[in-house]
C-alpha cells in the first residue's frame, strides 16, 4: 500500500514538473498599434502565467505600438516597454514595474558678462556677442542690453571663442573653456577704431543731430511736431529740452554716451509720446584719470571735467553757456534780433558696490532767456521769455544671476517757464501795463525694471512705472492767443506695466511681441489703455534684413503748441486729458528694407509707414467766449494720418563716412470746425525732406563735412475756422467792423533749411591735444527770426500774433570754436 502510494506521488511531481516546463518556455507572437498600456500589460498576464504590479500613476493614460514573434516572456516584455519610462525587476514571483533612473549627463552652464569701453569703462549697447565651437560653428549669439549686459544660456562645457562686435570699436576675441561645475562670467573691453576729440562724430557713439558747436534745429520726426518727441535723458523725461526753440544742440556732447531714436516698433518700455522717443545715456566718467575737455566760440563755450573719485567710483561734470546771437548783433537786412541766451549743466556719478552692481546718480539743469522789443507807429510790445529744466535720478542696477538683469530707479523732473508782456497801446490791455504768465509741472517717478535670459530663444522684459505728475501755474489767454488755463495743483497719476518677449523664431527670424497698460487717474476723470506692441526682423542672407512693426501709443499729457509765436519756439506748457478730453491714440505700421553692400560697408534703406492718429487736438475759438472760458472750452478733437516712405543710403567705414537720405510723406489732419471738416495739409506736413551728413577725413589731422537739411512747407489746403470775428478798422475817426475768417490752425511752419560746411583741425601744442573748428552755418538762430505782426482787434478773443520770418536761401555765416583736451 505505501509503495502504491509513493508511486502515485512520484508519477504526479513528474506530471506537474512536465507541465511546467513548457509553460515558462511557451512563445508567443503579437501585434499592438496604438494600444493601452494598460490593455497589453493585461495580455501578458494571459499570455504567460506571471504576476505583474505596477502603479495605475504610470500607465495611465499611455499608449504604445509594439510587435514581436515567437517572443518568450522577457522579450515581450522588453518590447511593450521599449516606448515608455519604465522597465522592471523580478523581486521573487512577481515582476515589478518602474520608472527608469534619469540618465546624468553634464550639467548646461551660461556664459555671461558685459561689455565696455576700454579707455573710458563705459558701457557698449547692442554689441553683438558670438560663442563659437572649437570647429568655427555657432553655438549662440545675442545683443548686449542698454547696460553692456549680455547671457549666453544652456552652453555644454568645452573648449569656445567668443567674439564681440561693436559699431565703432575693434572685433575682440577671447578663447573660452566652460566647465560643468559653475555658470562662467566674461567681461570684455572694446577699443575704439579711432580716438579724435569728441566734437567729431563717432558712428554709435555720438549723434550728428548734437555737433559741439553747430545747431540742431530741433529734431524731425516723420510730420510730427517736436514737442510730441520724448526726451529721456538716463532714463528721466525732460519734457522741454529745447535751447531757444531748438536752435543750439539740445545736449552737451561731451556728456553723452549713446543716442536711441525710436519711431516705429518701440518696445514696451516707452510709453505716453505719440510722435517718437529720443533715449540718451550719459557717460559715467573714465576710470584712468583725471582729464577733460574746454572750449569756447562765436557759439558758446563748454567745459567738461571727468575722472575717479576712488577705485569704485567715477564722475562727470559738463557745463556749457550758448550765445547764439553775439556775432551779430546788428544786421540792416533781418534787423537787430532778440537778446538771448543758455545755460546747461550735466553731472553724473557712477558707484560699484559688491559684486555686479552698481549705483548711479544724474542730475541735469538747463536754463533759457529771451526778450524782444517791437512797435509800430500806434502800438509796441516787449517780452521777457525764461524756461528751463531740472531732473535728478537715483539708479541701482545688478545682476541677480547669470540670467537675470535688474534695475530700479527714482526720478524727479521739473519743467517751469515765465512770460511777460509788456504792452503799449494794444486793446484790450491797457497802457503801460503788464501781462504775466507762469507754469510748471514736476514729475516724481519710481520704476522696476528685469531682463530675464530665458534661453537662446527667449529673452522675457518686464517692469512697472509709477508717475505722479504735479502742474501748477496761469497762462493767460494774451500768451496763449487763445484761451487762459488755471493749474491751482492738479495731481495726476500714471501706473504703466509692461511686458515683452523677445523671440527667435528662427535662426535668421526674430521677433519682438509685448504690450504697455497705462491707468491715468486725474481729477476730473480717469482712463486706462493697453498698447500692443510688435515687431519682426527677416534676415534671408547676411547683408539682406526685412522688418516690420506695429506700434500702439496712448498720449495723456499735450503739448499745447497753436500759439503763432510758439509754433517756433517752445512749447509753453502741457495739460491733461480730463473728463470730455480724451487721450491721443496713435496706430502706426511700417515696412522696411535694408541691404548691405561689400561687407555692410554701405546700407541702403527703404521704408515705408502709415500712422493713424485718434483724439487729435487742436484750438478752435467759438463764435462767443464766456468771460470764464479756458482752454478746455476751445479745444477741438480731430483725426490725422501720416504715411510715406524713407530711402537712405549709408557709409559706415573709410576716410569718406556719412549718409543721404530722402523722405516723401503727407500728413492730414481733419477737425469738425475746421476747412468744413475734411482733410487738410496739418501744418507740420512735410512733403518732402532731404537730408546729407557727410564727413572726409583725409587723415588724423583734418576732417572736412557737409551737413545739410531741407524741407519743403508749402501748405496744399489752408485750414480754416467756419467762424468769424470782426477786425476793428478806423474810418473817419469811428470804429467799424468786418468781417474775417480766423484762420487760428491755419498758420503752417515754413520750408526749413540748414547748411553747415565744417573744416577740423586736430593739433597740438604743449602736449594737450586741440581742435579748432571752423564752420559757415545759415542764419536760423543767429537772427532773430520772428517778426511781431500786432493786430488790435476788439475781439477778446484774439489779441495778437506773430507770423515767421521768410529768410533767404541758406544765408551762411561764419563761426569758429577752440577746443582742448587736458
Known sequence: MKRTALLCTSILAILLLAQDGPAQERRVAFHLNAASLRSSLDSLRKW?????????????????????????????????????????????????????????????????????????GEWIQDAAVILRDSSGELRRWCPTNGFGFYSLRNISPGPYMLTVHAVGYRASEHPVLVIDNAPLQMDCALTEESITLQEVTVEGRRSSMMPGEGLSKGIFIRSAPAEQTQYLLDGTRIYNPSHFGGVLSTFSPEA??????????????????????????????????????????????????????????????????????????????????????????????????????????????????????????????????????????????????????????????????????????????????????????????????????YDESHTVKGGVELVRHRITGFVSGFSSQAASFTAPGKDLWELSVYLQ??????????????????????????????????????????????????????????????????????????????SGVEPSTSFQVSLGLQRGISDDLYLLTAESFYETTRNLHEVGLPSTTPADADLYDALLSGTGRSYGLEL?????????????????????????????????????????????????????????????????????????????????????????FSRFPLDLNGARLPGFQRLELKALCNFMLGGFPGQVAVRFVNGYGLLDPIVWELRQSSDPRFAWRASLREMKLFPLFPTIGLTFRF
Open 48 to 120: 504567460y502565467p506571471v504576476s505583474l504590479v505596477y502603479l495605475d500613476r504610470d500607465i495611465e493614460g499611455r499608449t504604445i505600438t509594439a510587435s514581436c514573434t515567437d517572443c518568450g516572456f522577457e522579450e515581450a516584455l522588453g518590447t511593450i516597454l521599449a516606448g515608455t519610462s519604465l522597465t522592471w525587476v523580478r523581486i521573487g514571483d512577481q515582476i515589478v514595474l518602474k520608472q527608469r533612473p534619469v540618465q546624468l549627463s553634464h550639467p548646461l552652464v551660461t556664459v555671461a558678462g558685459t561689455v565696455t569701453d576700454s579707455l573710458s
Open 256 to 453: 553723452l554716451n549713446d543716442v536711441e531714436k525710436g519711431i516705429a516698433g518701440l518696445s514696451p518700455y516707452y510709453g505716453g509720446r505719440i510722435g517718437g522717443i529720443l533715449d540718451l545715456s550719459l557717460r559715467e566718467g573714465s576710470r584712468g584719470g583725471i582729464g577733460g575737455v574746454a572750449g569756447t566760440g562765436s557759439l558758446g563755450s563748454h567745459v567738461a571735467l571727468e575722472g575717479p573719485l576712488s577705485d569704485e567710483t567715477t564722475f562727470i561734470v559738463s557745463g556749457r553757456r550758448g550765445y547764439p546771437n553775439v556775432q551779430v548783433p546788428s544786421l540792416e537786412e533781418h534787423g537787430t534780433p532778440g537778446r538771448l541766451g543758455s545755460t546747461e549743466l550735466i553731472a553724473k556719478l557712477s558707484h560699484r558696490l559688491s559684486g555686479s552692481q552698481r549705483l548711479l546718480f544724474s542730475g541735469y539743469l538747463g536754463r533759457d532767456a529771451y526778450s524782444n522789443a517791437v512797435g509800430g507807429t500806434l502800438a509796441g510790445l516787449s517780452n521777457n521769455f525764461a524756461w528751463g529744466n531740472g531732473a535728478a535720478s537715483l539708479r541701482w542696477i545688478g545682476i541677480a544671476s547669470p540670467s537675470v538683469f535688474l534695475q530700479a530707479s527714482a526720478a524727479y523732473s521739473r519743467y517751469d517757464f515765465d512770460l511777460a508782456h509788456l504792452a503799449e497801446g494794444i486793446w484790450p490791455i491797457p497802457d503801460g501795463s503788464r501781462v504775466s504768465s507762469e507754469y510748471a509741472i514736476e514729475d516724481m517717478t519710481f520704476r522696476a525694471h528685469a531682463e530675464h535670459f
Open 501 to 578: 518677449d523677445q523671440w527667435r523664431v528662427l535662426p535668421r527670424v526674430t521677433a519682438e511681441l509685448g504690450a504697455r497698460a497705462t491707468m491715468f487717474a486725474a481729477d476730473k476723470g480717469s482712463f486706462s489703455a493697453v498698447d500692443p506692441r510688435f515687431s519682426v526682423l527677416v534676415s534671408p542672407s547676411e547683408q539682406t534684413r526685412v522688418f516690420a512693426s506695429l506700434t500702439a501709443v496712448n498720449q495723456f499729457l499735450h503739448p499745447y503748441r497753436s500759439s503763432g509765436i510758439f509754433l517756433y519756439y517752445p512749447t509753453i506748457f502741457w495739460y491733461p486729458s480730463e
Open 648 to 736: 537712405s543710403v549709408r557709409k559706415r567705414s573709410g576716410d569718406l563716412t556719412g549718409s543721404i537720405g530722402y523722405t516723401l510723406a503727407w500728413a492730414d489732419q481733419m477737425f469738425a470746425g475746421i476747412n468744413g471738416g475734411e482733410y487738410s495739409a496739418s501744418r507740420f506736413d512735410r512733403r518732402h525732406e532731404m537730408q546729407v551728413d557727410i564727413e572726409y577725413r583725409p587723415d588724423e589731422t583734418w576732417l572736412f563735412g557737409i551737413l545739410g537739411v531741407l524741407v519743403s512747407g508749402e501748405a496744399r489746403v489752408s485750414n480754416r475756422v467756419s467762424s468769424a470775428v470782426a477786425e476793428p478798422t478806423i474810418d473817419n475817426g469811428v470804429q467799424a
